[in-house]
């Protein structure tokens, strides 16, 4: 079992930036490949970015490449989304996410333990 708790949400204007946290407790972190999710009302979670066990394997999603930056702290079992150029269609709950495959996946089914979100504002 794996508990993750989120931080670092809130309002910021166009073209600024927030780092988003991720804490997690129970198994050891660093044998989970971790991801970012985000959501708005009336869409689908949709993939922001993925990040495997080791820091080796990396994927964004189009939209955020270029923008957001993922990372993780095996040592401080924390994983981390950096978010800088931020326009306000970014406006969403973020989630992060856990899975127990090697492999970092976008595939929303194939992670198993979710945070409760928090949300990021942004305005024009």
């Known amino acids: 079992q794996v508990q993750l708790v989120e931080s670092g949400g809130g309002l910021v204007q166009a073209g600024g930036s927030l780092r988003l946290s991720c804490a997690a407790s129970g198994r050891t972190f660093s044998t989970y490949t971790m991801g970012w999710f985000r959501q708005t009302p009336g869409k689908e979670r949709e993939f922001v970015a993925a990040?495997?066990?080791?820091?080796?394997?990396?994927y964004y999603a189009d939209r955020m490449k270029g923008r957001f930056t993922i990372s993780r702290d095996n040592a401080k079992n924390t994983l981390y989304l950096q978010m800088n150029s931020l326009k306000p269609e970014d406006t969403a709950v973020y989630y992060c996410?856990?899975?127990?495959?090697?492999?970092?996946?976008?595939?929303?089914?194939?992670?198993?333990?979710w945070g409760q979100g928090t949300q990021v504002t942004v305005s024009s």
């Open positions: 990040i495997s066990w080791s820091g080796g394997s990396i």
């Open positions: 996410a856990a899975n127990v495959l090697p492999a970092a996946t976008m595939a929303r089914n194939l992670y198993d333990y």
